[in-house]
């Protein structure tokens, strides 16, 4: 992505280097220790939650310089740029939007839903409206899952702030449950805030490069409930989705990228997803 001149978003915070501890508690919810993560969480169990192994966080002395510093810089610009297109799609529907916080932390941190980890990936917070995001997890989106390209790393935040617009536009409409399953409420909630992030993507066109989509279309990919499934326990379970299929995951997130309407991102009236 062409992002070198983009302003960074001053909705941000940075914990890194907080040393914060404590147990986690999501919500009353719980995490597996093996295996993918199919957590309904947050009460309303809102957050998108996707399992890694997250490696230790880096040491250096107090002030210096992070390795993690230009991933900052990098995500500060993604965010940035969501907000310029949530602002005039939302605006255009007489709606103001108030945009996320992006909040960067190692390992561990307390957020409005109770403890976040960075075992959980990327999550979004809708009782705070905050994104939270170890550094760490770039590393492992690249090393681990193959999922290379900086556009890979851009998906990954504007899929959170899809789940800010859902939260704020009323359109997570898998109830409280949020029901496990390849064709239950979480799955649904999930490929609709890909296909938001393909929105963004279409909205911001003028920022890409060749290549950027076929970046995003890999993370997609990469992050998909059978993809994961089989990496982790060697069998593909579709009854424990929560996410959805990496094909599944592609095809919401490119047509959010060809049609550039919410109208078109209706996963919960969908026969097929």
Known sequence: MRLGDERESSNFEDRRGSGFGGPLVIGGGGLGLVGIVVALLLGANKADMIQLWPEPAPTQAPGAPRPDDPDVSFSRKVLASTEDVWTSVLGARGQAYGPPVLVVYDEITPTGCGTGQAAMGPFYCPQDQKLYLDMAFFRELSSRFGATGDFARAYVIAHEVGHHVQNLIGEDHGGGSRSVGAGGGSVRTELQADCYAGIWANKAKNRLEPGDIQ????????VGDDTLQKQTQGR???DAFTHGSS????????RGYESGRLEDCDTFSAATL
């Open 215 to 222: 970046e995003g279309l890999g993370a997609a990919s990469a």
């Open 247 to 254: 094909a599944q995951r592609m095809r919401w997130f490119t």
């Open 236 to 238: 593909v379970a579709p």
